[in-house]
């Protein structure tokens, strides 16, 4: 642990009292409703920048600045020096430089195309079909394709930020044989919300990895496309901020990476569930009646699941 995490953690004990240390943040009393109950470590405040969270009252803010100067204003001047003096940074965070993102040449709404007489636009639809998208949700998602060029014959799902802006494509082959199965938009997944457009901050927020499991989830849905999500992530920091339950819905193979995310969504109080995906490979392969039974009947994550599921993995003579 370097000498300005060690300085904040002491800080944050000298100020807050005694707390739970846990990688990136720590857990202690809450100023607002914890006087009353002193053993109890509610508020979470990350060790980075200090954005926080009280999961019982929900005291928060994107860093400690206001609440110490209404709790503990003695301490203000001590803050600012550790965690606002650029001379305590523990990193230099350089930001990557975003570019406009444009939708391909000739991209085409297949929702004003259902009639086409173009062979391939007739496929393409036919693979959403497959794939499970109804009418509606052609719509809804707003899917094209493209007649020519290296979009053709592929099923392209934009994505738009809050402000409906496009920040982001995907496009799936229809053809197996295709040694690319995806050409997506380039831009930095730490800033991008697939269709935050769509998204309730204020209801249960499905987390799944691609946009293809996406057309099979409730509409309350986000893929983060991939496995990888932790508190650098607009997303993390968003569902944090607006205390959105989360349902993890990641492909089997990344059940390692989707308990580090329970792991950190948990310990900055978010409640967390998870999905059962046992006999499928992944969302995109279920039925959308199977993905709304398995919804209703998901379990609620626990600490100390992460432990059990690695002990699970250990084979027998493994630790010699």
């Avoid at 707390?19 to 914890?34: A, E, F």
Wanted: charged letters at 30%; proline letters at 4%; one cysteine or more.
């Amino acid at each position: 642990m370097d000498v300005v995490l060690k300085s904040r953690i002491a800080f944050i004990i000298s100020v807050f009292g005694p707390g739970i240390v846990n990688k990136r943040s720590i857990s202690v009393n809450c100023s607002k409703c914890g006087k009353d109950r002193p053993s109890k470590k509610k508020l979470v405040i990350r060790l980075d920048d200090g954005m926080h969270h009280c999961w019982v009252c929900g005291l928060k803010g994107r860093s400690l600045k206001y609440t110490i100067k209404k709790y503990y204003p003695r301490n203000y001047e001590s803050y600012t020096r550790l965690f606002e003096s650029e001379d305590y940074q523990s990193k230099i965070l350089v930001e990557e430089e975003i570019k406009e993102v444009k939708i391909p040449n000739g991209f085409m709404l297949l929702g004003n195309n259902l009639r086409s007489k173009d062979p391939d636009v007739r496929d393409t639809l036919d693979y959403a079909y497959s794939r499970g998208l109804t009418h509606r949700d052609i719509w809804y998602f707003r899917v094209g394709t493209c007649q020519n060029g290296s979009f053709r014959r592929r099923l392209i799902i934009p994505s738009f930020d809050e402000d409906g802006k496009l920040n982001y494509y995907s496009g799936r082959s229809i053809d197996s044989d295709k040694k690319i199965k995806y050409l997506n938009a380039k831009a930095p997944k730490k800033t991008l919300i697939f269709n935050e457009i769509n998204i309730r901050w204020d209801e249960e927020l499905t987390i799944v990895e691609g946009p293809m499991d996406l057309v099979k989830c409730n509409e309350n849905t986000v893929p983060i496309l991939g496995s990888t999500l932790h508190e650098k992530y607009e997303l993390f920091q968003k569902i944090v901020k607006n205390s959105t339950p989360v349902l993890m819905a990641l492909d089997p193979d990344a059940r390692d990476k989707m308990h580090k995310i329970c792991v950190n969504l948990y310990s900055f109080g978010s409640a967390v569930r998870i999905l059962n995906l046992e006999g499928y490979s992944d969302v995109g392969a279920m039925s959308k009646a199977e993905f709304s039974k398995r919804r209703e009947n998901a379990r609620v994550w626990q600490p100390d699941e992460r432990l059990i599921h690695l002990i699970r993995k250990i084979r027998s003579g493994s630790l010699f």
